[in-house]
Structures are given as C-alpha cells and as structure tokens.
C-alpha cells in the first residue's frame, strides 16, 4: 500500500511554476531518497507534503487521508524535519523538546536519550548551539515520536561525518520498526548507501527513477579502449555484456577498461546544468 | 474547526507567552511608570495648567481631547487627556505585537517547527490571539493599576474609581481593536511588515479622530473611523446611546476581522 501519494501535483509561485505535475508513490517501510540540486522543487514538494505551502493543482495523499483537508490528522502519524533549523533563539533546546512533548504521548526521557546519543547540551539556548547543533535539534524533534512516516528536508546538511552515521543508524532503526522514510539531500553517496528508492527532481519535474534493490541492471558501463593502431575511444554502455565482448573481439585491442558506474555518478549528472541521464 | 481544540491552542499560548515575556514586562513596566509619572504630578499640573496653559489655541486642547483647560483641574478630567496619549502608546504596542506573532514565525522560519508539532493552523491563529490579547489586557492593567494608586494617593474627591474602570473597560477597547486588525492583515498576509502598517493604521485613525474635530460640522463622519474619537474618554463616562451603539458595531466588527484573519490564514501558504 502506498504511504504517500502524488499525484498530478503542480506547485506554482504566481507565474513561476516550482514543481510541474508530478506523480510517485512511496511504500510502507521504505526509506526514499529525494534528490535534486537547489532551486529544484524538493523543498517546495516536502513542504506541500506537510501542509506548508497548499498545491496549485493535483494531490497529495498520507497514510490514505488528504494532505490538506487531513492536515492535522496525518499529524498524528508523520514527524517532519525542516531544512531550515529554525528556533526561537531564546529558548533551550530542552524548553522546545518539553513542548514537542506536550503533543505526544513520549516522556521527556527520550529527548534525554536522543540528545546523549548525538552528543547535544540540552541546557544551551538556541542562540548559543552552532549550525551542527541546530540540526541535531531538528533531527531529535523529528524522531522524539515514534511516527509511521518521517519526513526530512536536507537531515544531514551540517552534520559531521561520524553524526551523519549516527542519524542514519536511527533512521535504520525506525525503517526496522516500520517506519516509512522520506529524505531529501545533496550528500549522494548517503543516498546511495541507505535508500531503497531513489527520485530525481530537476526543474520541477521527476526525471529518474531508481530501485535500488534492482539498480545494478540499470547500471551502465564506462567502457574505454585503444587499438594498436593507436584510436582510442570511450563510451558509455548498458544492456548485454555479451554484444559488448562480441562487438570488442572485433577490434585489434591494446589496452581495455570497463569500469561500472557508482549510482553517484548517475546522480550527479542530474547536477550539471544542461546533464541528461542518456 | 471539528478538529479544533483548545487546549492545544492554550500549550501553545503558554509557550508564547513565555517566549515574549520580556517584551510584555517591558511595556507593563513602561506604561505603568509613564502613567504614574504623569498621574502623581497631577496636583502641580492643575496649578500650571490655569496659569500657563490657559492661552493655547482650541486646536491644542482638542489634539489632547479637552474641551477647555478645566478639565486638567480635576483628576479624572486630566487623566482623560493622558490616557488619550498613552492609549496611543498601547495601541502601537498592541498592532505591532499582535502582527510579529504571526509575521515573525514566518520571516524567521519557526513557523515550520511550530505546524511540525500536532496542531491545526486555526489553533495556532487562536494561540496567537489568547497571547495577544493577554498582552494587551497586561499592558491596558498596568495602567489602570498605576492610576488607581495615584488616584488614591492625590486624587482627592475628584478620583473616581468607577469613572476610571468605565474609561478602561469603554476607551481600553481600542487596543483590542488595533489588536484585531493587526491579526487581520498577518492572517492575511506575511509578505509585508505588518508591525508597521498596523502601527500606520493606529495613527491614521487618530489623525481622523483629530482631523473630525478640527474640521468641526464639515467632517463629523470622519469620526466614525477613529475608534479613539468615538470612545474617548469622555464619551466612555457619558456613556450615551450613541457610543453603546458604535462600541456594538466595533465590537462586531473585531469579531469579524479575527474571524476573516484566521479563515486566510487557515487557507494561505505560509510564507517561508
């Protein structure tokens, strides 16, 4: 069953159109990664997705119910972490956890185990923790809940390498107990790693799909070669490796190289401007 | 509003309250001592004002809202001229407060946090609305407060309490109204400093209120757009029909500003 839905969804800002009538369908239990460079429409479909900003046309479904005339109910199922790790900076962190708190049915305990874990003083105020910091606010908010459906805009921008690991073991966690995940970021080997899905947003519109599950035979191959006549060449294949021996036993090779492209790769083409996955 | 409630609305306002606490401690504190300042000079203010003050023109009594100096010579009279100052003050308070409530959670993007916790935006606009009001009902006490202890202190047989608590409750009503526009227009939109042009529409109204009377029989109706001139505080201790029958209309009409702010603000973007 699908956890959340789009379908047909557009999201324009006066005549600037952010997002242009995308659909996709993510499974319980999954954990899909969002990609995208800025000015993409990740944000813009998140914060649709939870009811920030309204869609111009089409819908968003979570858990089966309707993303705005169920916005609160759908609430009770899903946690979101916003990019921005914006807090009132006269608070302490401990002050904002307590009033998480007061919404759900966890004690404070957890916000003490969750900021042990990732090494937070829940005693500064906001003003005084450093972008790092902020984050690791923003990712204890998101998770002091146990939700069916998390939502993260950019979780592990600013975070170190070792915390990045942390959250991702959390997140692991909470896939193990069910939990569907929704992620956006830029940190494409962590997307590689840990997501059973991967989509990619480029100029509003979905423009790739991957399963990770099956994503070796979407693969392709950088195949690089020179004769002993001295022609070199490269280029990329994908399809049946045995066409690719048959079509090089025909040629008078010195040197070969195959090398399988990273799904890294294949992200970050989606990166360069005028970039194209064909 | 079936998935309204309030006591989600009254976590909220706690939060806020306790967030804003130093601002509203600030203009409690402020307008209590500017009021006692004034008010606990009122018995050598009585003796300037016959012998200094007895030649300004009409128009200076009627910017203060006084008829003739006389009425600086009994307490409640030269209460009503400072309590039309300071009702100024509080008002600017109450439309820039209650505006940076909402317009603030979106230029600071704390708004994102704040609709992540399990609440509807009805109960959030209603969050912002209980602050608001409990603020302005703070700051508009803090200057009965101050002058009642003045009254009691200096005001001899011209202090009289019920006047007094007449004035707050009739002329005190403006700050509620400027709360409600303000909440209007941040309901509406976030796109724009609401603080000032709440704060804007708090002097533009006075400046109609002033400019009704200057003008005299040619513009009377101008007067109806000025919450301060139609319950000054002379016409709160007349209490005459009429004022009963504006303060009714301004009443319905905060009401449906509060209402029309928090159906946009329910159905708009947040601006983040």
Redesign the interface.
Known sequence: MAVIELEHFSKAYGKFLAVDDIGMSIEKGEIVGFVGKNGAGKSTTI?SM?????PTSGKITIDGMDSVKD???I??KL????S?S???E??TSE??FK??L???NEGIDRAHDLAAFFELDTKKKISELSLGNRKKVSII??LLKSADIIIMDEPTSGLDPLMQSKFFDLILKEKEKGATVFLSSHNLSEIEKYCDKVIIIKDGKIVDYFDMRNVKIKHKQTVSYTTKDGISSSYEFSGDINSLISELSALDIESLEIKTNTVEEEFIKYYKEDGTNE | MS?FSLR?SL?LTG?DL??NRRQIYGWCISIFSIMFMYMILFPSMQDMAKIKMEALPKEFLQFFDMQSMDDLSNFMGYFGMVFNLILIAMSIFAASFSANLIYREEK??????L???????TEIYVSKLITAFAACLAVLLSAATSTIVCGYANGGETFILSDLLQIIKISGFCVFFFMAVSLLIAGITSRVGVAGVGSMVVLFCYVLGYLSKLLDTKATWLAYFSPFQLFSPQNAVAIEHHTIVELGAYVALTVAFLIVGGVVYK????N?
Do not use: G, H, W
């Not at chain 1, 939870?50 to 309204?54: D, G, P, R, W, Y």
């Open positions: 914060r939870v009811n920030m900003i309204f916005a609160k109910k609430k009770n946690s979101y972490m916003p921005d914006a807090y009132y006269n608070v002050e904002l009033l998480c007061k919404f759900s908010q998101a | 998935n989600a976590k939060f306790k967030n600071t993007k704390t708004i994102e946090f609709y992540s916790l399990e609440v509807s935006r159905r708009r973007d947040f983040i």
